[in-house]
């Protein structure tokens, strides 16, 4: 979307059939626009180790943001306390605190090679691996949750750079197979 407004117009829009638990401002301000203990529309197709209906078994959260620019302290800070709420609420263990670009390879880039996933670790509201012993990255990747289907293998790898190398560049490398051989150990038996 190319404004927060824009973004709650077409969250709120029920003809457009996508919606989502909150959305966050730039800002940092907090729209709840769906109850929690309700299915929300936001990951569209996706799939998470066998959960193959992200949508039934999540909380959907959308942060304004165009994808090009840093993500604005206020914003960051209300994802933290929005978070650290729903994690305790809920019982969901950070390993399960997921990105559009986990749950749909291939067809999501949200929230993007901007987004902090290092900061939320620190907070203890999501995990970061430190690199291991490098793996098949294929296998840990299913191993850790990742779905993806035949011939997705570069989108694959790059939803795992969002998330955890969001600069690198060129084919596959020991980095990437070792961060997502620690990400297996960290998600072990993703349901």
Known sequence: MRSCDAALHTLCDTQREVSAHYLISEAGRVWQLVDESRRAWHAGVGAWGRVTDVNSRSIG??????????????QMIALETLLEGILARWSIPTERVLGHSDVAIGRKIDPGPRFDWRRLARRGLAVWPEPGRPGDLAADARRAGYVWSDGQDGALLQALRMRLRPWAQGPEDDTDRALVASLAARWPAAT
């Open 61 to 74: 959260i959308e942060l304004a943001n165009n994808g090009a620019q840093p993500f604005a302290e206020p």
